[in-house]
């Protein structure tokens, strides 16, 4: 499994591990999504379409005696107006769409089929989700997809990177 078959990003390795330091921390996955041996975290394809591309699959992050518990899956790309981002599916009645934008994707690279953003950047959305311990803006782990799963817009974009 790799980013050839789905989505595959890593999160923030600093908050993995202090997730997993902790007594009673876990790291979970389900709904098709798996931890792969890099430590990333792959989430399968499920679908393309001229929006961009969704995923299955969550990854859940618990501890401090139940305190903490964030679980975020249903992952899609899309590219509107020139910027590509990473959503999850978000119950939140100020979501739009029942979506939450948590990366903004930067300085993408096509090899081999397979589109790795180096620099996506936690939105101020996104650092809800975290408990703004990440100020919006911060680095987090590359993201990398099928490059056929980057909408029309973003495959655009990553041409004119490469230039």
């Not at 679908?47 to 139940?66: K, L, M, N, Q, T």
């Not at 679980?71 to 107006?81: H, M, P, R, S």
Request: aromatic fraction near 10%; glycine fraction near 12%; hydrophobic fraction near 40%.
């Amino acid at each position: 499994m790799d980013a050839a078959t789905g989505l595959v990003w890593g999160v923030k390795t600093s908050w993995v591990s202090y997730i997993t330091r902790m007594s009673d921390g876990v790291v979970s996955t389900s709904g098709g999504a798996k931890r792969l041996d890099t430590g990333e975290f792959h989430f399968p394809l499920a679908s393309i379409d001229e929006d961009g591309a969704r995923f299955v699959g969550a990854v859940r992050f618990s501890g401090h005696f139940g305190m903490l518990d964030v679980d975020f899956g249903e992952f899609a790309v899309t590219c509107t107006e020139g910027i590509v981002d990473l959503s999850v599916a978000d119950d939140d009645p100020d979501s739009i769409g029942g979506r939450r934008t948590v990366l903004v994707l930067e300085q993408p690279t096509d090899e081999a089929g397979i589109v790795s953003f180096a620099r996506p950047l936690l939105t101020a959305r996104g650092a809800d989700l975290f408990f703004d311990n990440y100020r919006p803006g911060t680095r987090f782990d590359r993201v990398a997809i099928p490059a056929r799963a980057l909408p029309a817009a973003g495959r655009v974009l990553t041409s004119l990177s490469e230039s």
